[in-house]
């Protein structure tokens, strides 16, 4: 069993930035592929990006591409969704989610076995 935290969600203004964390409870979650997903209210759980156990393998839905980075601190069992350049659109709960071992990226979320409680993101226009 892995347990996902999330943390970092707020109310920003558009334009500015946040940083969500994904701390895991498993001190083997380096080699777990993580994703992150957003669900606004009203609509369908949306992927956001992905990456495999390795940290490679990246997926950004084009929504966020070049504006949302995925990072992972083995160390500390956590992994970091940096946003910058944040939109009204992007206003969401979003929920991180691993698949593993050693398990390639995806952006399919039946896919995933362990989920977080979400934390939620608020952009002002």
């Known amino acids: 069993q892995v347990q996902l935290v999330e943390s970092g969600g707020g109310l920003v203004q558009a334009g500015n930035s946040l940083r969500l964390s994904c701390a895991a409870s498993?001190?083997?979650?380096?080699?777990?592929?993580v994703g992150w997903f957003r669900q606004a209210p009203g609509k369908y759980r949306e992927f956001v990006a992905a990456f495999n156990w390795s940290g490679g393998s990246t997926l950004y839905a084009d929504s966020v591409k070049g504006r949302f980075t995925l990072s992972r601190d083995n160390a500390k069992n956590t992994v970091y969704l940096q946003m910058n350049s944040l939109k009204p659109e992007d206003t969401a709960v979003y929920y991180c989610?691993?698949?593993?071992?050693?398990?390639?990226?995806?952006?399919?979320?039946?896919?995933?076995?362990?989920w977080g409680q979400g934390t939620q993101v608020t952009v002002s226009s």
């Open positions: 498993r001190h083997t979650f380096s080699t777990y592929a």
């Open positions: 989610a691993a698949r593993g071992p050693y398990y390639s990226s995806s952006s399919y979320y039946k896919e995933y076995d362990y």
